[in-house]
């Protein structure tokens, strides 16, 4: 158990539609980075948080966004969802962001679009 | 644009058997270098992690990895598998700006089947 939490665990839903991914990271840690795991592209790097604010974007989709909260709790928002973002949606905390830090890696979310 | 190339996509070894899993980067920079084990319906784990120092490291589960700089290259080894080692492994990257950005880089993973 690395300490980083994520809800739900799985998460079925229609093309279309909207979902709010949520994740907690390890006590601690200011950290909050997303990754997206797919069979065609691999583990892609979303974006990331450094104690509430932005640090760093990847391949992240316009009908994506995140946010993390004071509690230092991030959420993912999918939106117009499409059958290709279908994929397992990881989260992973570190204690900050500097050269010696380790990210440790939440559970995922299964999202499957229909 | 920056790759993290793992060579194998599945292997098979048996039980005993020595593996070795290729790990090679492109960027030319300050880099720290991880290893993350994904056993079958888990998530990301820690293997083993280079920041400086000893290019030789030793992670859990007796792997170890060697950073060779001239080759850019990472590659995991384990003299002796188990079957428990069913898994698949990703080699990752993180350049270093001075530590203003962390978000790794990751390899397509290489699955691998022991067999009992």
């Known amino acids: 158990d690395s300490g980083v939490t994520q809800t739900p665990k799985h998460l079925i839903t229609a093309t279309g539609q909207r979902v709010t991914l949520r994740c907690s990271p390890r006590?601690?840690?200011?950290?909050v980075y997303w990754y997206q795991q797919s069979l065609d592209q691999g583990l892609q790097f979303l974006i990331q948080y450094y104690n509430g604010e932005e640090r760093a974007k990847g391949n992240i989709l316009e009908r994506f966004s995140a946010q993390q909260f004071p509690d230092l709790h991030s959420e993912l928002n999918l939106s117009s969802l499409e059958l290709g973002d279908s994929a397992l949606y990881f989260c992973?905390?570190?204690?900050?962001?500097?050269?010696?830090?380790?990210?440790?890696f939440g559970p995922g979310t299964r999202l499957t679009v229909l | 644009a920056q790759s993290v190339s793992q060579h194998n996509h599945h292997v098979i070894l048996s039980e005993a058997a020595s593996l070795e899993l290729g790990c090679n980067y492109s960027?030319?920079?300050?880099?720290?270098l991880f290893w993350y084990v994904q056993y079958p319906g888990q998530h990301l784990q820690l293997l083993l992690k280079?920041?400086?120092?000893?290019?030789l490291v030793k992670g859990i589960k007796g792997f170890e990895a060697e950073f060779i700089k001239s080759k850019f290259s990472f590659n995991l080894r384990k003299p002796s598998v188990q079957w428990s080692d069913t898994a698949e492994y990703f080699c990752a990257v993180r350049r270093n700006y001075g530590g203003s950005q962390g978000n790794l880089i990751f390899g397509k993973g290489t699955k691998l089947s022991v067999k009992p």
């Open positions: 006590s601690g840690d200011l950290s």
């Open positions: 280079y920041f400086s120092g000893d290019p």
């Open positions: 992973a905390s570190s204690a900050r962001t500097g050269e010696t830090d380790t990210q440790y």
């Open positions: 960027y030319g920079g300050t880099v720290n």
